[in-house]
């Protein structure tokens, strides 16, 4: 689903910008985490009252060197042509999955296509406000390659560690 250009900036030859390009289902929490990370976060939504990406969200967030643009993009799968056009670039993934369920097939392939085009990433358990959510759900689907991060999009639970871990996988390319 997703491209790799030619012109994809590298994340070990990055110094400042880090484009990190957030993934998951439809409600797995990829705006609500993205709002908490940066407040003053700007979105396309739908205008029907609900609350549905249907292009991107964008927060940024600066961390020592770094400035980080954080791209949510839309879960359903009516609007993965935003998604393509939001990932091009990209050299930072996120997989956000709702913990009190698995990893959904949709979530599956965004790792995979990750992983497939050599791009550092880490599934956010997301949801971890909620009873029964936990990352025990997501384990047998991630394996051992890929970090598992828990945090609440609601409460901001783990959304600094989530940066820390962002930025040293980038300091570890340079």
């Not at 985490?33 to 600066?62: C, M, Q, W, Y």
């Not at 828990?150 to 600094?160: H, L």
Request: charged fraction near 20%; charge should be positive.
């Amino acid at each position: 689903m997703l491209e790799n250009p030619s012109y994809t900036i590298k994340t070990c030859q990055m110094k400042k910008l880090v484009k990190v390009v957030a993934f998951g289902s439809s409600g797995s929490g990829k705006t609500t985490l993205i709002r908490h990370i940066d407040p003053s976060k700007r979105n396309i939504e739908s205008r029907k009252g609900l609350a549905t990406t249907v292009a991107f969200d964008l927060g940024i967030v600066n961390r020592g060197a770094y400035k980080m643009h954080v791209y949510g993009t839309p879960g359903n799968e009516r609007f993965k042509v935003a998604m393509k056009v939001v990932s091009v670039g990209m050299n930072f993934g996120l997989i956000v999955v709702d913990a009190t369920r698995s990893m959904t097939p949709f979530e599956k392939s965004m790792l995979n296509e990750l992983r497939a085009m050599k791009i550092p990433h880490i599934v956010v358990a997301n949801k971890m406000d909620v009873p029964g959510a936990t990352v025990d759900n997501l384990r047998d689907d991630v394996g051992i390659s890929t970090p598992i991060l828990p945090v609440s999009g609601i409460t901001g639970i783990g959304t600094e560690e989530l940066i820390e871990l962002i930025v040293s996988m980038v300091e570890r390319c340079n």
